[in-house]
């Protein structure tokens, strides 16, 4: 999940931004970040995954100018999970080869930055880092997430970062005693793609045979040329050939033959 709005730092401070990954000590500041930006809680067991990298990658964006002294404070986080793409919820929407066993994806479970910190880059930074993890592995073919309906900034980024809006998922969230719908964001690489749609199948079907009729009648132009033409002969209802052959005519002048 993904949560943004539009705030700007004071002008007096200039940050110093650099990325790491989360490590045991930034475990209570994680949390309360999470606390701070999403809509939803997370389990605490969530958070020890994340901080001990039991199944999650991670990585954090930390100011060296902090102005209350923690250099090493994170202020933005990204969080992730590779998973097997035949039992994931996109695995229908990847042109695979499906003999090839081991295909993956890579999940991003959240994203946030802490408010005074919006709109310097850092959550397009933290983005950037996980789409250079998933390139990075042979098997992986796409980086995929879930934004809730109403978070415009949050879909305009990843519209902004090349992300594809590929389906929106009805009642995906209960929060507060309340449904809202998600939109699923795809980001293929790899040479991953989505399967053909219908009108690609159509288009390419077509190209192919126009593609064929053409091989074909290139050929038969080609051996037109290459095979002897044939007029009628005067002397008679036979054809003989037109090239520089001689022609011999029968006594009775019945027949034409070439020889």
């Not at 901080?51 to 202020?75: K, L, M």
């Not at 919006?118 to 930074?125: D, H």
């Not at 064929?212 to 290459?226: E, H, P, S, T, Y």
Request: charged letters at 20%; glycine letters at 6%.
């Amino acid at each position: 999940m993904t949560q943004f709005s539009m705030v700007d730092l004071k002008t007096s401070h200039r940050p110093i931004i650099s990325y790491r990954p989360i490590r045991p000590s930034d475990l209570d500041v994680l949390e309360q970040i999470h606390g701070d930006v999403f809509p939803i809680r997370y389990e605490s067991e969530f958070f020890q995954n994340v901080v001990n990298g039991r199944d999650i990658v991670s990585w954090g964006a930390v100011d060296h100018n902090h102005p209350n002294g923690e250099s090493d404070e994170i202020i933005g986080f990204v969080t992730a999970r590779l998973v097997l793409a035949n039992e994931s919820e996109i695995g229908d929407m990847l042109q695979c080869d499906s003999s090839k066993s081991g295909q993956t994806l890579v999940y991003i479970l959240t994203l946030g930055v802490v408010e005074t910190y919006r709109n310097l880059g850092i959550a397009s930074t933290l983005i950037r880092e996980v789409i250079k993890y998933a390139s990075s592995i042979p098997t992986c073919r796409a980086v995929y997430l879930h934004v809730i309906s109403y978070n415009n900034p949050a879909i305009h980024f990843y519209k902004k970062m090349l992300f594809k809006c590929v389906r929106r998922l009805h009642d995906f969230y209960f929060i507060n005693g309340q449904h809202y719908d998600s939109y699923l964001f795809v980001y293929y690489v790899n040479g991953g793609r989505s399967p053909c749609s219908p009108l690609e199948l159509v288009t390419v079907v077509v190209t192919c045979m126009r593609n064929g009729l053409k091989a074909v009648a290139a050929r038969l132009w080609k051996n037109d040329n290459k095979s002897p033409k044939w007029s009628k002969c005067k002397e008679s209802w036979g054809l003989i050939r037109t090239t520089q052959t001689k022609r011999v005519l029968t006594p009775e002048g019945s027949g034409c033959e070439c020889v």
